[in-house]
């Protein structure tokens, strides 16, 4: 259960990072909380089960929140 669990919180944080250019910054202030709480968790469970095959998924989506700004 806890690789379906990395999966759906990895699709969760690409979900919102494929709206987050279309959406006002009240609505980003709202979501920037659960993007950080998904991805910490989804890290947070990857490393723990050695989830290899997520990491690059993992990189790349930390790396458009942060560009984005998402993160901050």
Known sequence: MKLLYADILLQ???C????WQA???PERKAISGKLRASLDDAAGLL????????????????R???????LS
């Not at 050695?50 to 990189?59: A, D, F, H, K, Q």
């Not at 458009?64 to 998402?70: L, V």
């Open 12 to 14: 969760r944080a690409a």
């Open 16 to 19: 919102y990072m494929g709206y």
């Open 23 to 25: 959406i006002t910054s």
């Open 47 to 62: 490393s723990s089960m050695n989830y290899g095959r997520r990491r690059e998924m993992l990189s790349s989506l930390q």
């Open 64 to 70: 458009a929140a942060g560009d984005a700004g998402a």
